[in-house]
């Protein structure tokens, strides 16, 4: 069974930076593509990014030159670098994996395996 497990999540404040990590218990997702999802209470997920297995990304218009998504096979591991955060990104951020290497997907039924998320709070 795959675990997804976020971490690194908490308060900043506004023009702050910040980093959150994803990885996995079970199985390695070296050759998976990671997506990065946030959701605020009462609207529905939004898309923040992609990266596939050979590392090619692709962001949400929100987050677009300020987001950047990488990751380390070897460490089995996938980051979420967030800065010039703002008020408005705060949220509860989703790591999630597909079964598949290629290409990326921006909508949550691309993925299989989702993370508990984890609340990213920027203060104004």
């Known amino acids: 069974q795959v675990q997804v497990v976020e971490s690194g999540g908490g308060l900043v404040q506004a023009g702050d930076s910040l980093r959150v990590s994803c990885t996995t218990s079970g199985r390695t997702f070296s050759r998976n593509v990671v997506g990065w999802f946030r959701q605020v209470p009462g609207k529905a997920r939004e898309f923040v990014g992609a990266?596939?297995?050979?590392?090619?990304?692709h962001y949400g218009d929100s987050v677009k030159g300020r987001f950047t998504i990488s990751r380390d096979n070897a460490k089995n591991e996938v980051y979420l670098q967030m800065n010039s955060l703002k008020f408005e990104d705060t949220a509860v951020y989703y790591c999630?994996?597909?079964?598949?290497?290629?290409?990326?997907?921006?909508?949550?039924?691309?993925?299989?395996?989702w993370g508990q998320g984890i609340q990213v709070t920027v203060s104004s």
């Open positions: 990266i596939t297995w050979s590392g090619i990304t």
């Open positions: 999630a994996v597909s079964k598949f290497a290629a290409p990326y997907g921006s909508g949550s039924r691309d993925y299989d395996y």
